[in-house]
């Protein structure tokens, strides 16, 4: 890689590292390109260089998030069914939502519903959600069995990052969230 390389994908990062806080902070719709380059000290050029849309920002802070999601996916598709299978992949999910950037991440998600839903991402991640669902439930699954499911990937979610007034290290409060998770499926 080329220094010119290697300085490209650093401003790309640090945009999507900004991006991603301003949308945390104040919400997806509310944030603009200008405030997003005035924060790194950059021309809307230089972003608009990197990024044309917002959308396309937030797409990319997504990329990792679904290919690990398809891979659970995939993964589990090649295990033998059962709890042990879905403990694991508990475990590997919460892998994804691991560290302050993927916290934020899902608090973008929790706190502008409104505005993630109506963007092509929006319906991408809400698609590989519902396929991670399919593929830990079995098909036999009670009502109850489905919510447990559910319950259990919001919790690893929570855990992520609505911890406010919880006690204890961000770690501990994630083995906390995985704990309930893996108790909720087995």
Same mark, same amino acid.
């Given at each position: 890689?080329?220094?010119?390389?290697?300085?490209?994908?650093?401003?790309?990062?640090?945009?999507? %590292?900004?991006?991603?806080?301003?949308?945390?902070? *104040?919400?997806?719709?509310?944030?603009?390109?200008?405030?997003?380059?005035?924060?790194?000290?950059?021309?809307?050029?230089? @972003?608009?260089?990197?990024?044309?849309?917002?959308?396309e !920002?937030?797409? /990319?802070?997504?990329?990792? @998030? $679904?290919?690990?999601?398809?891979?659970? @996916? #995939?993964?589990?598709?090649? *295990?033998?069914?059962?709890?042990?299978?879905r !403990? #694991?992949?508990?475990?590997?999910? *919460? %892998?994804?939502f691991? $560290? %302050?950037?993927?916290g934020?991440?899902?608090?973008?998600?929790? %706190? /502008?519903?409104?505005?993630?839903?109506?963007?092509? @991402? $929006?319906?991408?991640?809400?698609?590989?959600?519902?396929?991670?669902?399919?593929?830990?439930?079995? #098909? /036999?699954a009670?009502?109850?069995?489905?919510?447990?499911?559910?319950?259990?990937?919001?919790?690893?979610?929570?855990?992520a990052?609505?911890? #406010?007034?919880?006690? $204890?290290?961000?770690?501990?409060?994630?083995?906390?969230?995985?704990? !309930?998770? *893996?108790?909720?499926?087995?």
């Amino acid at each position: 890689m080329t220094v010119a390389d290697e300085r490209r994908t650093d401003t790309r990062s640090q945009i999507r %590292e900004v991006a991603l806080a301003l949308f945390a902070e *104040q919400g997806y719709d509310k944030t603009s390109l200008r405030e997003i380059a005035e924060r790194l000290g950059i021309t809307k050029a230089a @972003v608009y260089y990197h990024y044309k849309t917002k959308e396309e !920002i937030l797409s /990319s802070l997504f990329d990792e @998030v $679904g290919a690990g999601i398809d891979a659970i @996916v #995939e993964w589990v598709g090649t *295990q033998p069914p059962g709890s042990t299978t879905r !403990i #694991e992949a508990l475990r590997r999910y *919460q %892998e994804l939502f691991t $560290g %302050e950037s993927a916290g934020q991440l899902i608090r973008f998600v929790q %706190e /502008s519903q409104a505005s993630f839903k109506d963007l092509a @991402v $929006g319906a991408d991640m809400k698609k590989r959600f519902a396929a991670v669902a399919r593929a830990l439930t079995p #098909e /036999s699954a009670s009502a109850e069995d489905h919510l447990r499911l559910r319950l259990s990937l919001i919790a690893i979610h929570l855990g992520a990052f609505h911890t #406010e007034g919880i006690d $204890g290290s961000a770690a501990e409060r994630a083995a906390a969230a995985l704990t !309930i998770a *893996q108790d909720l499926v087995r």
